[in-house]
């Protein structure tokens, strides 16, 4: 069933043309500049890939340390302080250099998926790297992704880790906790 899902909605996105893309990421940014604006500290970004929202993670907040994901060993990592990346077996640009940080040293994660529900589930590409680094996590888990990718509800999983908000162009979607001190998007 997900992989039905996970391909009818990648069909989609790759329909996305450059412009439409680089238009929608601008608002899926300004949308995450204000959820984030009261935010310090490390987060945990990701590097784009072509069929996810294009984030300018500079530009989203300058009080933000971020950090960003790195196989190791089949297993996610995150790096901060990175100035040289290189991309990984995945096809993502991943951090050579910089500090590993543990989780627990990390405020929150932003987190792309090929698509997410408004529960805030994610699908991701079917490895679950997220899903198993992030299944304890107690931390603030935000998702980004289109509003073409953005389901009703998604088919699930126990292990499929539920993101706190999802962040498209056009909405934030707050899926249960409280967040004292995120930024007031409405």
């Given at each position: 069933?997900?992989?039905?899902?996970?391909?009818?909605?990648?069909?989609?996105?790759?329909?996305?043309?450059?412009?439409?893309?680089?238009?929608?990421?601008?608002?899926?940014?300004?949308?995450?500049?204000?959820?984030?604006?009261?935010?310090?500290?490390?987060?945990?970004?990701?590097?784009?890939?072509?069929?996810?929202?294009?984030?300018?993670?500079?530009?989203?907040?300058?009080?933000?340390?971020?950090?960003?994901?790195?196989?190791?060993?089949?297993?996610?990592?995150?790096?901060?302080?990175?100035?040289?990346?290189?991309?990984?077996?995945?096809?993502?640009?991943?951090?050579?250099?910089?500090?590993?940080?543990?989780?627990?040293?990390?405020?929150?994660?932003?987190?792309?998926?090929?698509?997410?529900?408004?529960?805030?589930?994610?699908?991701?590409?079917?490895?679950?790297?997220?899903d198993r680094a992030l299944q304890?996590?107690?931390?603030?888990?935000?998702?980004?992704?289109?509003?073409?990718?953005?389901?009703?509800?998604?088919?699930?999983?126990?292990?499929?880790?539920?993101?706190?908000?999802?962040?498209?162009?056009?909405?934030?979607?707050?899926?249960?906790?409280?967040?004292?001190?995120?930024?007031?998007?409405?």
């Amino acid at each position: 069933m997900k992989s039905v899902v996970r391909s009818n909605i990648l069909q989609k996105l790759r329909a996305l043309d450059l412009a439409d893309k680089q238009s929608q990421s601008s608002r899926i940014q300004d949308n995450l500049k204000k959820v984030l604006s009261s935010q310090t500290g490390v987060w945990g970004a990701y590097s784009y890939l072509s069929d996810e929202p294009q984030i300018q993670w500079d530009q989203v907040s300058g009080k933000i340390n971020w950090a960003f994901p790195k196989m190791q060993k089949q297993e996610l990592s995150f790096v901060h302080s990175a100035q040289v990346f290189e991309k990984s077996e995945f096809g993502f640009m991943e951090p050579n250099d910089g500090e590993t940080v543990s989780l627990e040293d990390i405020k929150g994660f932003v987190i792309p998926a090929v698509a997410y529900d408004k529960k805030g589930y994610r699908l991701g590409r079917g490895k679950g790297h997220y899903d198993r680094a992030l299944q304890d996590y107690a931390g603030i888990k935000i998702g980004v992704c289109f509003n073409v990718s953005l389901c009703e509800e998604l088919p699930r999983e126990e292990h499929d880790i539920q993101c706190d908000l999802v962040v498209t162009e056009d909405h934030v979607y707050q899926t249960g906790r409280n967040f004292e001190g995120v930024g007031k998007w409405n």
